[in-house]
């Protein structure tokens, strides 16, 4: 075979290849922009909750983008939370919310150190499924790779703080310990608004008392959270 010949073919098979490399960039970039409707659609739900038309807007965004890359763990997270919004709005049923247990294990999977996944799939066990047992095994996952990640610490406490009464002692002294931890720091409002919205500040107030009243910002953080201390009702 000429060399001219070997030329040619060489260059047939170049672009074969740049062109399966294109379009796979382009499928990556059509899937990201459906990401980020469904994603943009999430925060905006933040404040107004989504009529029938939005959800399934962003539903079928994110089952695009998904359907395009089925192998990447952010797309199918945010379909997880995508669902669950559609459960908690009444335009999804509780057969279809089911599946989201297969999302979040997917995504776990694909990204094992990803501590957003295990909070979110905890959160999911918790509030939709009352799995509390597996819920906080999720959370402790979570906690041991992004403890203080806003997302993480968010739905610890929100969902410690939702179910108190059915955690054990020792649950409830690692809660404690984490605040101790959280309190002073950049997670400190977040922890503040938490502790008063669930109304746990008398519990929260007696153990700190006892353990940081000593630090020069204690007297600040008291005056914020336990002026009005409540008991839990």
């Not at 962003?58 to 395009?68: T, V, Y």
């Not at 997917?106 to 918790?126: E, M, S, T």
Request: proline content about 3%; glycine content about 6%.
């Amino acid at each position: 075979m000429s060399a001219l010949l070997w030329r040619r073919l060489w260059l047939c098979g170049l672009a074969v290849s740049v062109a399966a490399l294109m379009g796979l960039a382009v499928q990556a970039g059509v899937a990201s922009l459906h990401y980020f409707q469904a994603a943009f659609a999430l925060e905006r739900w933040q404040q107004d909750k989504p009529d029938a038309a939005q959800y399934q807007h962003a539903a079928a965004a994110i089952a695009a983008a998904a359907e395009l890359q089925p192998g990447n763990p952010h797309y199918l997270l945010m379909r997880a939370k995508i669902n669950e919004w559609g459960w908690h709005t009444g335009y999804l049923n509780t057969d279809a919310l089911a599946k989201n247990e297969s999302l979040y294990l997917q995504a776990i999977a694909l990204r094992p150190d990803w501590p957003v996944a295990y909070a979110d799939y905890g959160y999911y066990l918790g509030f939709t499924q009352f799995r509390l047992t597996e819920a906080w095994t999720q959370m402790q996952l979570a906690l041991r790779y992004g403890a203080y990640l806003p997302q993480v610490h968010q739905k610890f406490l929100s969902l410690s703080f939702q179910y108190w009464q059915y955690l054990s002692a020792g649950q409830k002294a690692e809660v404690f310990r984490y605040l101790q931890r959280t309190v002073f720091g950049e997670l400190g409002g977040q922890t503040i608004r938490l502790v008063t919205q669930f109304q746990l500040q008398r519990q929260v107030c007696i153990y700190l008392s006892r353990r940081v009243a000593e630090r020069t910002e204690w007297p600040q953080l008291q005056s914020r959270l336990c002026s009005e201390a409540k008991p839990a009702s």
